[in-house]
């Protein structure tokens, strides 16, 4: 870990000087332990406070579009993906792009330790184990008990596309993705998701964290703040929360690299995955795409086949 | 508003749904035209609303006409490959596929939200379409569903 950030130091202090970028987007640490946090370096001399470590949680690709000037972003497989999507969808300029990829063994999901040890006071990261002294007590948590339910499942720990990689790869088994997950929802009866879903969007209080932490989400107007038509109320109502998140969920239908920012950003650990992770299967098993797998293609609601499934017709 | 009318007939006391039907322009709101031109009856039960083309419909127009009470949706556009625009029912049956997914997914009635093709032809087959489609949603009754905003919603325009 420490040999891959003096590198990433390096090669982001050469890229300053040599004036080849105006900026890297990378992370810092944060305020708070176990939180990393993205920063923007614009002088070599600035470069010593670029972090990498299992905390960098956020989605670069988020800030990419918005940061003006040419750019190197340290990018993990799924900013990678998001980036390929940004670039399929004409929002990045290839050539502004400088990426640093690097393989990623997975982030940290600070919920399930929040959960048992309370507020986070202090926190260490050592040889794959976490030692945490939280406000209710302190505990010891191996890396793969606290890893985010996204990494666990990854199938793209390496950037799709990159212009320098820095580190080692990561070997993971190239299977037909799996959807566990959304297969043991939809084995569910229709009434027991609808009381899943009732409860979970109870939850939301339409902060729209999500919508911001995504990558992907990039709409000038989103229609949450329409006014014209107004899509949404201002006030908290459990069917409208759900209008919002079933509304940005088909939005982001075969757009989706499945980063789980929106999960990690959300104050109330409202499930929003089990929505995306929903379109991303139908996705897959309806028009074999995956999103962002490469620099080249098109999302998958962008094309169409002539015999596409239809099941979805009204019976007569 | 449309779907704020009263609900039921005070003579018959008989539960009428409203149903919002999106139909495209050239196909199935032409087919409508046909039905009622050659007086083909069918239940009063949807509220036409007339979208240039099939692709036009955006997923939030199903999910607002859910939030604003309407007890059922159609959607219907051009049988694929008779599109005016060539393509456009083509995209919107991936949109559809999706929609239709997801909101049975989240838990929605199966017959709540309906989506066909009828072409311009077609009138006595829209007709049925409507049938079919009326039936399923009275015996369903009135949308008390997942998306049903209680105080009606944001008003329109």
């Known amino acids: ?316 | 508003m449309i779907m704020g009318e009263i609900q039921v007939d005070a003579e018959n006391k008989k539960y009428e749904p409203k149903i919002a039907a999106f139909l495209c322009n050239w196909c199935s709101y032409a087919g409508a035209d046909l039905a009622g031109v050659g007086r083909v009856q069918y239940p009063a039960t949807i509220r036409t609303i007339r979208v240039p083309c099939s692709g036009r419909i955006n997923p939030l127009y199903v999910l607002k006409a859910m939030a604003n009470g309407a007890d059922g949706v159609l959607v219907s556009g051009c049988h694929p490959g008779d599109c005016h625009y060539i393509s456009g029912n083509y995209v919107a049956r991936r949109k559809f596929a999706l929609i239709k997914s997801l909101l049975s997914h989240v838990g929605l009635e199966e017959d709540r939200v309906n989506f066909s093709w009828v072409s311009a032809a077609e009138g006595i087959r829209f007709a049925e379409v409507v049938k079919g489609v009326t039936e399923r949603v009275s015996a369903l009754g009135p949308n008390n569903g997942i998306f049903k905003v209680d105080d009606g919603g944001a008003a329109d325009e």
């Open chain 1, 1 to 316: 870990m420490n040999n891959i950030i003096n590198e990433i130091r390096e090669k982001a202090r050469q890229l300053l000087a040599e004036g080849k970028v105006d900026v890297v987007i990378g992370y810092e640490k944060g305020s708070l332990p176990l939180k990393a946090t993205p920063c923007f370096v614009h002088s070599p001399e600035g470069v010593d406070s670029l972090i990498w470590d299992e905390t960098c949680e956020n989605n670069l690709a988020a800030y990419a579009a918005k940061t003006p000037g040419k750019k190197a972003i340290i990018t993990k497989g799924c900013d990678s993906r998001a980036l390929a999507v940004l670039l399929q969808e004409n929002q990045l300029v290839r050539d502004d792009l400088f990426i640093i990829g690097v393989s990623c063994s997975g982030v940290i999901d600070q919920r399930n330790i929040l959960a048992e040890v309370g507020e986070i006071l202090e926190a260490k990261i050592s040889d794959g184990k976490i030692s945490v002294k939280g406000m209710e007590g302190d505990k010891e948590y191996l890396f793969a008990e606290v890893k985010d339910a996204t990494c666990q499942t990854c199938r793209y720990p390496n950037p799709v596309m990159e212009d320098l990689h820095i580190g080692e790869t990561i070997e993971v088994a190239q299977d037909a993705p799996a959807f566990a997950d959304v297969v043991a929802l939809e084995e569910k009866s229709a009434s027991d998701r609808q009381d899943y879903f009732k409860e979970q969007m109870s939850k939301c209080i339409r902060c729209y964290a999500c919508r911001n932490a995504c990558p992907l989400c990039y709409c000038q107007e989103c229609f949450v703040d329409c006014n014209s038509p107004r899509w949404l109320t201002g006030g908290v109502n459990r069917a409208e929360n759900l209008f919002f998140q079933a509304g940005r969920v088909l939005h982001l239908a075969g757009r989706c690299v499945d980063c789980g920012a929106c999960t990690r950003a959300c104050p109330q650990g409202v499930d929003i995955r089990a929505l995306n992770r929903k379109m991303t299967k139908d996705v897959y098993v309806m028009y074999n795409h995956e999103a962002g797998i490469g620099e080249e293609g098109k999302p998958a609601l962008n094309e169409y086949t002539t015999n596409d499934p239809e099941q979805f017709l009204v019976k007569e």
